[in-house]
């Protein structure tokens, strides 16, 4: 009788596998034209000033330097556009010295233009009845998604959002997250100014803004510049 014979091996299928692999993720971003930036740009302030349009006419607050700039319009004679510039002038030289001038310069125009636009909307939209709530949760909703807009085209709406987007690209803290901190004192310091329950709903919308930041804005996800 013959000794049996020993069973063959498989094929190794190893090389076979790796011999042939789909094409290798590209790793380098593709930067935005100027033409792209700008309507960007455009796109992002008419959304953030539209939402802060809806805040104000709700009586509301919100956080980062808008929010500050909201509050002290229900107590100064001035318009919100004046003192959102004038709130935001300190946090230039940061963004200068940080970001440098490109982004300072795109920030220094988002600022211009949503405080431009800050007039625009109440003549378009004179008297009409906006229920606190929906104005509160659709401001919000629009104003995150403006300054998403302008994070993506290297810019922002000054303030907080500078120090936030800092504090991500050094330390790797989600943006969202950072102001949602910041904010928490604004929204507070609203108790002295507006109903316990406004601040409430303006702590809910505040809380909904910075969800949209931390949800969409991390580090890596969008290779655009």
Do not use: C
Not at 159 to 172: C, P, Y
Not at 184 to 205: E, F, T
């Amino acid at each position: 009788m013959s000794a049996p014979t020993a069973p063959t091996a498989p094929p190794d299928t190893r090389e076979t596998a790796t011999a042939a692999p789909g094409p290798a993720p590209s790793s380098s971003a593709v930067r935005h034209s100027a033409v792209e930036d700008v309507l960007g740009i455009l796109t992002g302030t008419f959304a953030a000033s539209l939402g802060l349009f809806l805040l104000k006419s709700s009586g509301a607050v919100t956080g980062g330097t808008a929010g500050l700039a909201l509050l002290l319009s229900y107590s100064l004679p001035l318009s919100f556009g004046v003192i959102f510039m004038a709130v935001n002038a300190p946090f230039f030289a940061l963004a200068v010295w940080k970001k440098g001038w490109n982004f300072a310069l795109r920030t220094g125009a988002a600022i211009g233009l949503v405080s431009a636009m800050s007039s625009l909307h109440p003549a378009a939209m004179a008297g009409v009845h906006i229920d606190p709530v929906y104005g509160v949760l659709a401001g919000n909703l629009l104003a995150g998604v403006g300054l998403l807009i302008l994070f993506r085209h290297q810019s922002s709406l000054g303030g907080f959002n500078i120090l936030a987007l800092l504090l991500q690209e050094k330390l790797k803290w989600r943006a969202g997250y950072v102001q949602m901190v910041l904010d928490v004192a604004i929204v507070l310091a609203a108790l002295a100014l507006v109903s316990p329950v406004m601040v409430l709903l303006s702590a809910a919308g505040a809380t909904l803004l910075n969800f949209i930041l931390a949800l969409n804005h991390r580090p890596g996800r969008y290779l655009g510049s």
